[in-house]
């Protein structure tokens, strides 16, 4: 597949849906031509084309929030593009994580859609708190520190499920499990390692 054989619009245009490549959370939309990217591609990092300004623009040139490319994929039309990248700082120019902040839906029919559906937010919270980086939170804290200190907490909070367990208090070991799953996230994050990948060996094991 070459990037001649994708169907630019009348423009010489095509869209390109940003997603993290860790929390699959979309981060924004915008649009490229053949020249961004081309450039994309050989930089591995994300070149648009400003419909506004009539020219090309490097994601994060004056802001510093690039983003690292890690997949380009097309549709089954080959008329637009999802984008998987690791960014480094907030994908709105607003300064939040992603573009797509606001809700439509505000309320949820029936509570949660999922019993799961807390460690899909988790995992988002975190990728937001990583590329925006709040000061105070405690999250942008162990990032800050770096992956000793994440590596530490996960060892103190795996030691704390032991003893909750020993002492067989249910009520202590469900605290305690839920800061282990916590730091556990903040680990996969500073590794780039998707929860999905590690969902998939669960499925494979499964499967034998």
């Known amino acids: 597949m070459n990037i001649a054989d994708l169907q630019f619009d009348e423009n010489g245009l095509i869209p390109a849906i940003i997603q993290d490549a860790v929390s699959k959370e979309v981060l924004t939309l915008a649009y490229m031509n053949e020249e961004s990217l081309g450039k994309t591609m050989e930089t591995k990092e994300t070149w648009f084309y400003s419909r506004s300004r009539g020219k090309l623009w490097h994601k994060g040139e004056t802001s510093g929030n690039t983003q690292q490319v890690t997949d380009i994929r097309y549709d089954c039309d080959q008329d637009s593009l999802v984008v998987l990248v690791l960014p480094n700082g907030p994908a709105c120019h607003e300064g939040t994580y992603s573009c797509?902040?606001?809700?439509?839906?505000?309320?949820?029919?029936?509570?949660k859609t999922s019993?799961?559906?807390?460690?899909n937010t988790l995992e988002e919270t975190i990728a937001k708190r990583f590329a925006e980086m709040p000061e105070g939170a405690y999250t942008t804290y162990l990032f800050t520190e770096g992956v000793d200190k994440?590596?530490?907490k996960v060892g103190e909070e795996s030691s704390e499920v032991i003893i909750a367990a020993k002492n067989r208090d249910p009520g202590e070991l469900s605290m305690e499990s839920a800061d282990l799953l916590y730091h556990l996230f903040v680990l996969l994050r500073e590794q780039?390692?998707?929860?999905?990948?590690?969902?998939q060996v669960l499925e494979e094991r499964h499967g034998k």
């Open 100 to 111: 797509f902040s606001e809700s439509l839906l505000n309320d949820v029919p029936n509570g």
């Open 115 to 119: 019993r799961f559906e807390i460690l």
């Open 150 to 152: 994440i590596l530490k």
């Open 192 to 199: 780039e390692l998707p929860l999905d990948q590690v969902l």
